[in-house]
């Protein structure tokens, strides 16, 4: 029988250019789940599925194994996250393309020396273009891009505060003209596009982060022709920087992340001016204490980070910390809570999140989506508790 709007599983594999058994797999393996099944097993796609499926071909075409194609593709296919999944996308393929450029430059240079007669450095030539380490530096540009534009995304769509958190937390930075300001872990640089018309123009701003993707995405979202800002990839641990050298220094929630505190507390201070400031946000216990416990009510082993990030640097004890290191220490609060009306973006926020989740999940993705849409069916109340140390 023809189902209006829906394809069988043969019609959508002719559809898509691939085989039926190519379907069946991505369905026994829960890569592309069908969005109907009749009472006699036979299988039914829409075009949302078929949405999906392209995403799927596509990021194989880029060499990502079904299993990462697998966790990066869970997302539901509404609009506004196809809109986002292509954009970056596109931005994987400009990354693919640099490498080949690299890639190309390589074999050339090879090719000449060999032309010569002279002897080519093989194990050099490995250095330049290690294909195993671009795959992997592909795969968590992707992962990461869309892991931050999914919890941002909850944020500014359902905060009740009326200013967003990098507006709020650009003007607790009063930047000066002039001013000689370091990033550590800038992530995509939201901080920076979001506030792009407040910036001064005399300033000189050092974007940082320890992910090679992170810092490509902050360079093509704030443009490489903006000569406030320039882009390196380093740890907080050791900023290559010289003693005295920054006005202010900015770590949005980033050193719950850093192994060793100390260290990291002591270069920052060394880096800072006399008199410099050092912005650094963080959060409480409270903060989104909500989506963990919706987590456990669906599976209790369900970790959303791999640890508790606020007992590391948080509200309760992030002064003291500072303390070690500076005079004054001063706790702003950014007043907000979140209220989501519906399912999708919970979802889409559990699954960016850094825990175990996924293992719990990606086998019983539809049944996940069916508990929260039960919990979150009149709403879904977040609290929110998080705001910045000023410490100089």
């Known amino acids: 029988m023809k189902l209006e709007g829906y394809y069988s599983s043969g019609d959508f594999a002719k559809k898509a250019h691939i085989t039926k058994k190519t379907i069946r797999y991505y369905d026994e393996h829960n890569i592309l789940r069908p969005s109907y099944v009749n009472e006699n097993g036979a299988r039914f796609y829409n075009d949302e599925d078929f949405a999906r499926l392209q995403q799927i071909l596509f990021l194989k075409y880029l060499g990502f194994s079904l299993d990462d194609i697998k966790e990066m593709t869970l997302k539901n296919t509404d609009s506004d996250f196809m809109s986002e999944s292509l954009h970056m ?57 869309s892991n931050i534009s999914a919890r941002i995304s909850l944020h500014k769509e359902y905060s009740k505060n009326p200013v967003s958190w990098f507006n709020w937390l650009f003007e607790k930075c009063a930047l000066e003209c002039g001013a000689n300001v370091l990033e550590i872990g ?33 360079t093509r979202n704030i443009g490489e022709d903006d000569k406030r800002f320039t882009y390196e990839i380093m740890d907080a641990h050791r900023l290559y920087k010289l003693d005295d050298s920054f006005d202010v220094v900015i770590a949005n929630h980033v050193l719950f992340y850093c192994d060793d505190l100390d260290m990291v507390c002591r270069e920052i201070k060394r880096v800072l001016k006399p008199g410099g400031t050092f912005i650094c946000s963080t959060y409480s216990s409270r903060h989104m204490k909500e989506i963990s416990e919706l987590v456990k009510g669906f599976d209790d082993r369900i970790e959303l980070s791999a640890g508790h990030l606020y007992e590391r640097f948080g509200k309760e004890n992030g002064k003291q910390i500072l303390g070690k290191y500076f005079k004054n220490v001063e706790w702003n609060q950014y007043e907000d809570e979140l209220f989501v009306p519906t399912a999708e973006p919970v979802v889409e926020y559990v699954l960016s999140c850094h825990g175990n989740q996924n293992r719990y999940i990606v086998d019983r993705y539809k049944e996940f989506v069916s508990y929260v849409k039960q919990k979150t069916d009149n709403g879904f109340y977040i609290t929110k508790d998080a705001g910045v140390f000023i410490a100089y």
């Open 89 to 145: 996308q596109m931005g994987l393929v400009d990354e693919r393309i640099e490498q080949m450029e690299l890639m190309r430059q390589a074999l050339d240079d090879a090719a000449k020396i060999i032309d010569r007669g002279e002897h080519v450095d093989w194990s050099h030539m490995l250095e330049l273009v290690n294909v195993n380490e671009m795959e992997q530096k592909l795969k968590k540009q992707y992962r990461d891009a």
């Open 186 to 218: 800038c992530g995509d640089a939201s901080l920076w596009t979001q506030n792009i018309e407040k910036i001064p123009e005399n300033i000189s701003v050092t974007l940082t982060d320890i992910s090679y993707g992170m810092i490509k995405d902050a």
